[in-house]
């Protein structure tokens, strides 16, 4: 069974310093990742999304991620993060084939202006 | 369009009571979700509808949950009776068959089991 692995669980930056977290998945084929972010108050959004062709993919409000297939990874990365970036996000993951997504348990981001 | 829609927002319940939530997809989207939102958690798979036929429900507790798609269109899941572990958020997903593989997701059902 596939699953997701994101080992950051709570993260507190100060306005403008650069972001990363880190997501792993485990599962040998062929895959499509996600990324999804819940802003206080509201519902699950996509930020972004890899199925296939360039390893480093953009998304909204300025974040991207890149692919490592050897790595099993699927980082998330934004340079510059802002207040309004706090939220939880959610790495995902499906197998190809198959829809349903698996998550990961989160990263609680904190951005102090 | 209009988004996945979820009703009610919020429930309290005590141990051993039912509770129901109820989903209406994004027009047109064949494929439905329900997840369980554990806090501190990522969201579960309980169960998927394609249409009105279940494709997966490995992972739901079905001695005490059921759901159903009758016309392929909107959904209801159900606790019966309810334990103290379900306290969770409710997430409903809808997809689109052609789907491009993204999930739209509603707004949640908080559901708090005293």
């Known amino acids: 069974a596939q699953s997701v692995s994101q080992h950051n669980h709570h993260v507190i930056l100060s306005e403008a310093a650069s972001l990363e977290l880190g997501c792993n998945y485990s599962?040998?084929?062929?895959?499509?990742l996600f990324w999804y972010v819940q802003y206080p108050g509201q519902h699950l959004q996509l930020l972004l999304k890899?199925?296939?062709?360039?390893?480093l993919v953009k998304g909204i409000k300025g974040f991207e991620a890149e692919f490592i297939k050897s790595k099993f990874s699927f980082n998330l990365r934004k340079p510059s993060v802002q207040w309004s970036d706090t939220a939880e996000y959610f790495c995902?993951?499906?197998?190809?084939?198959?829809?349903?997504?698996?998550f990961g348990s989160g990263t609680r981001l904190q951005v102090q202006p | 369009e209009a988004g996945v829609a979820q009703s009610p927002r919020y429930k309290i319940i005590e141990k051993r009571q039912s509770v129901a939530f109820w989903c209406n997809p994004i027009?047109?989207?064949?494929?439905l979700y329900w997840y369980q939102q554990i806090l501190g958690q990522g969201p579960k798979l309980l169960i998927q509808?394609?249409?009105?036929?279940?494709?997966?429900d490995s992972q739901l507790p079905k001695d005490r949950f059921s759901a159903e798609r009758l016309k392929g269109v909107d959904s209801t899941l159900k606790i019966q009776p309810a334990k103290l572990e379900d306290s969770a958020v409710y997430l409903c997903?809808?997809?689109?068959?052609?789907?491009?593989?993204?999930?739209?997701f509603g707004a949640g059902s908080r559901l708090t089991v005293l």
């Open positions: 890899y199925f296939s062709g360039d390893p």
């Open positions: 509808f394609q249409n009105n036929g279940v494709v997966d």
């Open positions: 995902a993951v499906n197998a190809a084939g198959r829809r349903a997504l698996t």
């Open positions: 027009s047109g989207h064949a494929t």
């Open positions: 997903a809808s997809q689109d068959i052609s789907g491009a593989n993204v999930l739209t």
């Open positions: 599962y040998g084929g062929t895959v499509n």
